[in-house]
């Protein structure tokens, strides 16, 4: 027994059966005799139906408007939900953003979650109520309503949660839990039991879509309990914590990301000042650079490769075309048939073995390496899109993760 | 120049076309000079979606959750008209109930509106925004939303105009004006320029269908300017103020009810307290009777008539028959072929010859009176429905309203 937030996207919600499907899950957490908040998206399509509308009328309509417009999404969905628990017969409540004090910075569309006065949930709580927070949306300091961007409702759920000292943060996906890597690719994939923060976050930004980064910061910086768990069956899912109490395991996952593309300017002068050109440039216009190779070339001269998201590449290559005066480049070249394969793990820093291994799997398979990257707890390389699924088989089992 | 609020109805904003309309005629006003505040009601058949997905969920949603619900209607009409004012390149903020101060009691779905704090609504026109506020909703002391009932939209228009000082509370709808009687039926009505809060109390109230009564009440309260006038045509409407400013007419209007029905209890006891008995009863089960008439019976009985709205006539009746061991009728009759015409007019106050020259319409065309009652502005008769439409015809020439 204790306090448990749970949050649910906009597919969990989508039309009046699952709506069900939910409140029973809600229902059963609190006859077990938990305090439960639910953070809830808007249902399924309402966002892009709320979008098409507004782009219909005016396509460059300010963030304000729009952040109007789409917080009625959760506004709707979170009623429905209220309205589906009542006819299960438990005392329910459901609050917007702003009802619930969630109080966020200025910046309409992308608003960052600054604080959370519970005070209200608090209230709710402690009169017995099931309590139901639109997610995604919150209030700025001008009483404005603001949305906090992508897996926005993800953070809502933990800030929740850290502002009320939850002692779980559920977040029910379509998927069971984390895995040692995309079960579509290695059917032997074996689910986790358990993941440490930091782990969540190298495995987040190397392509696995469980859960955004954002809002495993801010549990890590709140040291929030998150377990990531199905919406449509009833099992345990994986627990987001932190590190010193999870198991140490040298590699907890393999991850796939194919959306990523490279550039290589090739023979560029070798003076110094070269790559901070470029990448201030870049970073500018607000393109990610992920790997970065520098070599050495011919005659004092040198080659820098890196790598953006597919979405960044145009935008990146006309930069680089239009600011070549300064940057040099005798050839800019680009690839789009490339796949960054990461292996994450905590237990990797005190083991200096694990890029060795990776490589020998590449190498036991064929595959050839075209850049390598490196953090504290991953290791990433990037190789041929095609030979992407065959070398996280390889290394999958090199590790021997599916035991 | 001055402060203008103008009331957009759900019909004048159901599609894009629709809400570029408004937001023309908006900024047309604001163009001229003025302050523009705009009230918007929901898009088109939005409240009826949202109504069918809670029944979806739960018939007996409580109205807490259902005005959480249907407030999402007007969040997204007011940012879509926000945004094609944006379009349109004029400056704009859209507003919730909440964020406009819009204070009501507690009853939610048909909650009354206690104060409108006008602050954010002034800063923002300080500003030179045309501000948009969602119309049918509020806030309660508790800091639940809550929405208005039927007719809500007028009522939240004239409460912002009362609490702004506004000059002007123009209604939009899908007629011209007031006319002196419907048009339908007499071709020759005359729109009128302007008419008193009085007579358009009792025009509404005898089945003129152009403004509800909660908002004309609320005008005449804090002496508001209202103009009703059409979303289409670019033209004068009707002008509702205060008795001694608009021109005494004998007759504004004549208006015409079939959502009427008549009962009659045959042969009560003359006990005193009798009447009182049975209305009583009807009012505890919120039956509103409209006009009573009792008649001496035979041997010391009497007979009492009134009449009921066509809905509440079944219940009415299981009341009366549940409770006729305390009322005592001989017999219960009822008849829905009733209709009631009113004519309306301050001039009436003064002139006691109305009554006597709308009966003798009625009696030139061979129309039979059942009932009567009166007001001080008013004179109502019961007939025949099938008599209705002629009734009003010899009663408009009568008077001869057409000049």
Redesign the interface.
């Known amino acids: 027994m204790g306090l448990i937030v749970q949050k649910f996207g906009g597919s969990s919600v989508a039309d009046?059966e699952r709506?069900?499907r939910v409140a029973n899950r809600v229902v059963d957490t609190y006859d077990e005799g938990n305090d439960v908040v639910v953070v809830v998206s808007a249902q399924g399509d309402t966002t892009d139906d709320?979008i098409a509308?507004?782009q219909?009328?005016?396509k460059?309509?300010?963030k304000?408007?729009?952040d109007?417009?789409l917080?009625?999404?959760e506004?709707?969905s979170?009623?429905?939900l209220?309205?589906?628990i009542?006819?299960l017969g438990r005392p329910v409540?459901?609050l917007?953003g702003?009802?619930a004090g969630v109080n966020t910075d200025i910046n309409y569309s992308k608003a960052r979650i600054k604080r959370v006065v519970g005070e209200?949930i608090h209230h709710e709580l402690d009169k017995k109520k099931i309590v139901i927070v639109a997610g995604f949306q919150g209030i700025n300091k001008f009483?404005?309503?603001t949305t906090l961007g992508r897996g926005g409702s993800d953070t809502s759920a933990v800030a929740i949660a850290a502002a009320l000292g939850a002692d779980l943060c559920q977040i029910f996906t379509d998927v069971t839990g984390v895995y040692t890597t995309d079960p579509r690719i290695v059917p032997e994939a074996r689910k986790l039991n358990e993941i440490t923060y930091d782990e969540m976050l190298e495995l987040a930004s190397a392509g696995a879509n469980v859960l955004h980064n954002r809002s495993v910061e801010l549990a890590k910086k709140f040291n929030v309990n998150m377990e990531v768990l199905s919406s449509f069956e009833k099992v345990p899912g994986t627990i987001v914590k932190e590190e010193n109490t999870v198991e140490k395991m040298l590699i907890r996952g393999i991850a796939r990301d194919n959306d990523v593309a490279r550039i290589a300017l090739v023979n560029i002068d070798d003076t110094p000042g070269k790559a901070f050109q470029i990448f201030s440039i870049l970073a500018k216009k607000k393109v990610n650079v992920d790997v970065i190779l520098q070599s050495i070339g011919r005659d004092g001269s040198k080659d820098i490769s890196f790598t953006v998201s597919s979405d960044d590449l145009e935008t990146a290559l006309n930069i680089i075309n239009e600011n070549n005066a300064i940057i040099g480049a005798e050839k800019v070249i680009h690839d789009e048939n490339v796949s960054k394969v990461s292996v994450v793990g905590a237990g990797m820093t005190s083991n200096p073995g694990v890029a060795a291994l990776m490589f020998e799997a590449l190498y036991d398979a064929g595959i050839n390496i075209q850049m390598i990257s490196t953090s504290e707890i991953r290791v990433s390389v990037l190789i041929d899109r095609k030979d992407a699924e065959k070398a996280v088989k390889a290394i999958h089992d090199k590790f021997e993760l599916n035991n």
Chains 1, 2 share one sequence.
């Open positions: 009046a709506v069900f709320l509308k507004a219909e009328i005016n460059n309509a300010s304000r408007e729009m109007v417009l917080s009625a999404g506004q709707i979170m009623s429905l209220a309205m589906a009542e006819k409540v459901s917007t702003w009802q209200r009483d404005d309503i």
